[in-house]
């Protein structure tokens, strides 16, 4: 048995995959057009795969640190090996530079994870460290020692700045799940913002609130309860922080919150792909 994951932005995926070509393949040498689901074989790795370059806290803090995580059991789901990519090929074909760090696989086969394998997860802090990802023809040069170390034999043939990657090496997250005494936080950014939040979530949970600082919510639960509305609150609440006279974005908020009272979740979570969208 081999196990995967896979950590979407999208709160509203249900966890059906299908291959695709990436629209952009931003990080390859040599385009691919292998139709596949990328996945790691860690956390750790999915987290920084989704960088794209921007700064990771920046990018966490915009998404309030919100992702589904997917644990793909390839033995429960029939993948087979011959529906695996391996990291080593990816990276050798230099279809995608930093496979070797971050351990991305494709998966070519389409396939539905289910519910008991889906968490709703908030990363709350992480740790990176800067790390080379030359590519595999120059670190192979390099091994054979006639041309240089592998520093000098990537400036003579690429123009670009030395790949250095952001690999996250550790990361502390929590689930949606909420137990009774566990102490929480939540990313806002505003007044109106934290307002809304802390409205919502004193009308709909028992909970001690800790602290109001100026970019968190900390508070303490006083019940065992799903977080995942609170989630979806917070989430758009920072999508619709903006400029007053933006109407599209406070009729989808004023939606979301009828829709959120009457709990009809999978509604919520498509006027959350629709923002998402917009």
């Not at 800067?130 to 170390?149: F, I, K, S």
């Not at 250095?164 to 566990?182: A, D, H, I, M, W």
């Amino acid at each position: 048995m081999t196990v995967y994951f896979h950590l979407s932005t999208l709160l509203s995926h249900e966890g059906a995959f299908v291959p695709r070509v990436p629209e952009n393949q931003i990080h390859g040498i040599k385009e691919s057009t292998i139709k596949r689901v990328c996945v790691s074989k860690t956390i750790e790795g999915c987290f920084t795969a989704i960088g794209n370059g921007q700064n990771p806290h920046d990018a966490n803090f915009v998404r309030r640190g919100y992702y589904v995580l997917f644990k793909i059991d390839t033995e429960k789901l029939g993948i087979e090996k011959r529906h695996i990519v391996s990291s080593r090929q990816i990276y050798r074909n230099g279809w995608v530079p930093d496979a070797d760090v971050t351990k991305e696989h494709w998966i070519t086969k389409s396939f539905q994870v289910p519910k008991e394998e889906m968490s709703y997860i908030q990363i709350q802090s992480f740790k990176q460290v800067q790390t080379m990802a030359y590519p595999y023809e120059v670190v192979n040069l390099a091994r054979n020692g006639d041309q240089g170390n592998v520093e000098s034999i990537y400036k003579k043939r690429y123009s670009n700045p030395l790949p250095c990657v952001r690999e996250t090496v550790s990361l502390n997250y929590q689930t949606s799940k909420g137990l009774t005494g566990k102490e929480r936080f939540m990313f806002v950014q505003g007044e109106e913002e934290k307002e809304t939040v802390i409205d919502f979530l004193t009308k709909n949970y028992k909970v001690e609130l800790l602290d109001r600082c100026k970019d968190k919510i900390h508070f303490r639960l006083l019940e065992d309860k799903e977080l995942l509305p609170l989630f979806l609150t917070n989430l758009i609440a920072s999508w619709t922080n903006t400029d007053d006279d933006n109407r599209v974005w406070h009729v989808l908020k004023n939606t979301f919150y009828k829709v959120l009272t009457c709990k009809r979740y999978k509604i919520i979570k498509r006027i959350e792909f629709i923002c998402y969208m917009l």
